[in-house]
């Protein structure tokens, strides 16, 4: 008898990863097995395993040490998202169940949502996707989205308790009025510089503030082929949905895309 084989599921991503010149939309995911069963089990999730894992192919690559060294690091978070999103549909099905608590009577109640319904909108080209921002000094600084290298960069530079806000801004710096940070060695002594730059021309934490909300900022509009664009920096899928209490009080609720998103009945 041959062992039943995981269920698989084709994903197109909102943008697509820019490997070797070319940008790849199309993903092969199996559902999860034992294996991430035991790492969600565990005390600290690694979501990013987890998913890795239930990578089979991206585009032409099947090659597992080349998805997790050379494409998976460079896909936006907004994709990563997507992927997330379709692995727990595959895997638990499409109805998704958290807590949240009324704001106005604050009783706690279970809202379900139907995953299946959830907006994922094609996103701005990986190619294009460096953005520009006029400084208050009038010099253009481009920035690009956060990717899923960046993920393990912030986590450790949020371990080891070093200015995170200062550097999760800077490593997303491509360039100020076209001059790019010095690329160093390596990826921690281009952030340096980058964080040398940034402090040079960005001096107030109030303009700062001000760069990382317009980061969060997202827009949709319609392309050539009327098409719907979520444009934004970290443009990403919509997680929000409308709950509503039994004494009548409705609001917006984010839903968090967390390993408590993977565990069939979520205290989210
Ligand atoms: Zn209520």
């Not at 999103?85 to 608590?101: C, T, V, W």
């Not at 281009?190 to 760069?211: C, D, F, T, W």
Request: hydrophobic share 35%; proline share 6%.
């Amino acid at each position: 008898m041959n062992a039943p084989q995981p269920a698989t599921t084709k994903v197109t991503l909102p943008a697509g990863v820019l490997h070797e010149g070319d940008v790849i939309e199309e993903v092969l995911l199996r559902e999860m097995g034992g294996d991430e069963e035991r790492i969600l089990g565990s005390k600290n999730p690694d979501m990013e395993r987890i998913v890795n894992n239930c990578i089979m192919q991206v585009g032409p690559v099947a090659d597992p040490a080349t998805l997790r060294r050379d494409v998976i690091p460079n896909m936006r978070i907004g994709d990563y998202n997507t992927l997330i999103l379709h692995l727990r549909r595959l895997s638990l099905g499409d109805e998704y169940a958290y807590q949240a608590k009324c704001p106005s009577c604050q009783r706690q109640d279970t809202y379900t949502v139907d995953l299946s319904s959830v907006d994922v909108v094609r996103m701005r080209d990986p190619g294009t996707d460096a953005q520009p921002y006029v400084l208050r000094s009038g010099a253009e600084a481009i920035f690009r989205p956060v990717l899923v290298k960046d993920r393990k960069m912030l986590e450790d530079i949020g371990e080891k308790g070093q200015d995170v806000l200062g550097k999760s801004l800077a490593m997303r710096l491509v360039s100020i009025d076209g001059a790019e940070p010095d690329p160093g060695k390596n990826a921690n002594q281009r952030l340096k510089n980058a964080v040398k730059m940034l402090r040079q021309h960005v001096p107030s934490y109030g303009e700062r503030e001000a760069i990382r909300k317009w980061f969060n900022t997202t827009e949709t509009i319609v392309d050539d082929n009327d098409d719907e664009i979520l444009v934004g920096v970290d443009a990403s899928i919509d997680t929000v949905v409308e709950d509503r209490c039994s004494c009548g009080t409705g609001w917006k609720h984010r839903f968090a895309i967390d390993p408590s998103f993977m565990m069939p009945s979520s205290a989210g």
